[in-house]
Nanobody, 117 residues
Framework: HVQLVESGGGSVQPGGSVRLSCQAS????????MGWFRQAPGKERERVAE???????WYTESVKGRFTISQDNDHTNLYLQMNNLKPEDTAMYYC????????????WGQGTQVTVS
């Protein structure tokens, strides 16, 4: 079982920046995939960015060039640097970890709110 705690959310004006952090504890190892998801009111949760054990990254199209996902060397801290934020980025952001793929197993953090207005 993995515990995830996010921090760093808040309110920012359009064009501003926010850095989210996520600390993982419990049953973690270097083989897991970590990612950030978000859910806006009335919308489904969507995958925003992910990073695999080798450091390979993926971003949803709407955040490419603006968001950067990173992790520390022991893969227990995950970050999301968000620049040039837009009102449509407003959402609850969730940190997530998976060992077998997002469709098979996911551990979630409690979420941190980002509001752009």
């Amino acid at each position: 079982h993995v515990q995830l705690v996010e921090s760093g959310g808040g309110s920012v004006q359009p064009g501003g920046s926010v850095r989210l952090s996520c600390q993982a504890s419990g049953h973690t190892d270097s083989t897991h995939m970590m990612g950030w998801f978000r859910q806006a009111p009335g919308k489904e949760r969507e995958r925003v960015a992910e990073i695999d054990a080798r450091g390979g990254t993926w971003y949803t199209e709407s955040v490419k060039g603006r968001f950067t996902i990173s992790q520390d060397n022991d893969h227990t801290n995950l970050y999301l640097q968000m620049n040039n934020l837009k009102p449509e980025d407003t959402a609850m952001y969730y940190c997530a970890v998976s060992f077998m793929g997002w469709a098979l197993d996911v551990s979630w953090g409690q979420g941190t709110q980002v509001t752009v207005s």
